[in-house]
């Protein structure tokens, strides 16, 4: 299911934000975004947000704004800079007039001139209060996300409750129809077994006998009895408090074999609508339940 929480909290060395976004998605592919001296706590972050959710293409990002600027180091490469110098000065023996080389000159010079955090500031990790603060922070827009999926989960069960009613209609329907086709089947055939018999002679018990043989291949009470187990399953994995949407996945493709043996059993125009119905039905929940937890 998708969602977008976003929180900061201030501390007292800076001000922490973090945001996270869900889209919807069969496996949980998580992304997370982090300053690079906060890296040794994505870990961390991965477990909290792996206990939480199970499916959605997941974004987490975290920022940290220190209220002071770190140290800085500045780095010379020296080897560089008089290997310059001397080629300026052999340039000058020639007779070109060449400027001195002033500090912007160098600071345009590939790495000449290297500036970077001091080593000392660099080991965020090792600040456990503000560690703390950050995890504090994730599990608030966890918390927010949590709220905002679990309201469109409402929306999403109406949903689904209304397609799930549809197809136990359409189960009775296709029974009914099922049962009537059936008696037709059976009289149109016996009639043309007496026809057959007259003609040729055969023992009419053996064609009977044959009748109700192909008739028991057409049965499809086993098939509706299958599928009506499903759609009681069905509504206890909904009730469930447990993540329920692979389990729901897996119980549609068995309730679309089920309509497609059905489908390849019964005869009957009408009837063969209704179960075209309930695999349209079928589809469409399968679609909604990849959103759901």
Same mark, same amino acid.
């Given at each position: 299911?998708?969602g977008f $929480? ?12 973090a ?7 069969r ?24 206990e939480? +959710? ?5 974004e ?6 220190? #209220?002071?600027?770190p ?8 080897k560089?800079?008089? @290997?310059?110098?001397? $080629? +300026?000065?052999?340039?000058r023996d ?6 001195e ?5 160098l ?6 001139v ?6 000392s500031?660099?080991?965020?990790t090792k ?11 994730v #599990? ?19 949903d ?21 086709s ?6 149109r +055939? ?8 007259e @003609? ?14 192909? @008739?028991?291949r057409?049965?499809?009470s ?5 599928l ?6 069905w509504?206890? +994995?909904v009730?469930s ?16 074999r089920?309509?497609n043996?059905?489908? @390849? ?6 009837v ?9 039905e079928?589809e ?10």
């Amino acid at each position: 299911m998708t969602g977008f $929480a976003e929180a900061r909290k201030e501390v007292e060395r800076a001000t922490l934000g973090a945001s996270i976004r869900a889209v919807n998605h069969r496996y949980l592919d998580l992304q997370i975004r982090l300053p690079s001296s906060f890296s040794g706590l994505e870990q961390r972050l991965r477990s909290i947000v792996q206990e939480r +959710l199970v499916r959605g293409r997941v974004e987490l990002l975290v920022t940290v704004q220190f #209220s002071q600027l770190p140290e800085a180091e500045v780095e010379l490469n020296e080897k560089m800079i008089r @290997a310059l110098g001397s $080629a +300026l000065e052999r340039s000058r023996d020639h007779g070109l007039e060449i400027k001195e080389i002033t500090v912007s000159d160098l600071m345009r010079v590939p790495n000449a001139v290297v500036i970077k955090e001091a080593s000392s500031t660099m080991d965020a990790t090792k600040d456990e209060a503000l560690l703390a603060a950050i995890t504090e922070l994730v #599990s608030e827009v966890l918390d927010d996300l949590d709220g905002m999926r679990k309201q469109e989960g409402e929306y999403l069960r109406s949903d689904l409750n209304g397609r799930h009613d549809s197809i136990e209609i359409l189960i009775g329907l296709i029974e009914d129809g099922a049962r009537e086709s059936s008696e037709v089947f059976k009289d149109r +055939l016996r009639e043309r077994a007496e026809e057959f018999s007259e @003609a040729m002679g055969a023992d009419p018990m053996l064609l009977v006998q044959e009748i109700v043989r192909v @008739a028991l291949r057409s049965d499809i009470s086993e098939e509706l009895s299958r599928l009506r187990a499903h759609i009681a399953h069905w509504q206890v +994995l909904v009730d469930s408090p447990d993540p329920c949407g692979r389990k729901l996945d897996f119980l549609l493709q068995e309730m679309n074999r089920e309509a497609n043996t059905i489908g @390849a059993k019964i005869e009957g125009v009408k009837v063969k609508q209704h179960v075209v119905d309930m695999k349209v039905e079928i589809e469409r929940l399968r679609e909604q339940v990849q959103n759901i937890e």
